[in-house]
């Protein structure tokens, strides 16, 4: 499992990585699960998506995620939220790019799709 990467601004503003921490808890409930926190990072600032259209999502996004390490096999992507899945797009593009073979995602909700 690879957790979403939050923003540092959000992590300070939560007081905790919320998407690591959900993580940590599900590799605890069903043994073998392997967390790669850390797998994914930011490579830029990127404006809050709340507001955005789908177009201004993607563009948003374009190129924002980067992998640390290289992977191999499947890798499931974990958010709190799917609206446009532009996030979970680059996201798999840039582990795709590691060397993941097999790209899942899990989100705790959907939004609706801001035209």
């Known amino acids: 499992m690879v957790p979403i990467p939050s923003s540092i601004a959000k ?3 939560r007081g905790y990585d919320s998407m690591a921490k959900l993580c940590a808890e599900m590799s ?7 967390v790669c ?5 930011l490579r830029r600032e990127v404006r ?4 955005l259209t789908a177009r201004e999502r993607m563009t948003n996004l374009a190129g924002a995620f980067a992998a640390r390490q290289r992977l191999s096999g499947t890798v499931v992507i974990v958010d ?3 609206t446009t899945g532009a996030t979970l797009s680059d996201a798999a593009k840039a582990l795709r790019i590691a060397g993941a073979q097999s790209v899942f995602a899990i989100t705790l909700c959907g939004s609706p799709d801001p035209r």
């Open 48 to 51: 809050d998506q709340v507001g």
């Open 28 to 34: 605890q409930q069903k043994k073998g699960l392997q």
């Open 11 to 13: 992590i300070q503003e």
């Open 37 to 41: 926190q850390g797998a994914l990072y």
């Open 80 to 82: 709190d939220v799917i």
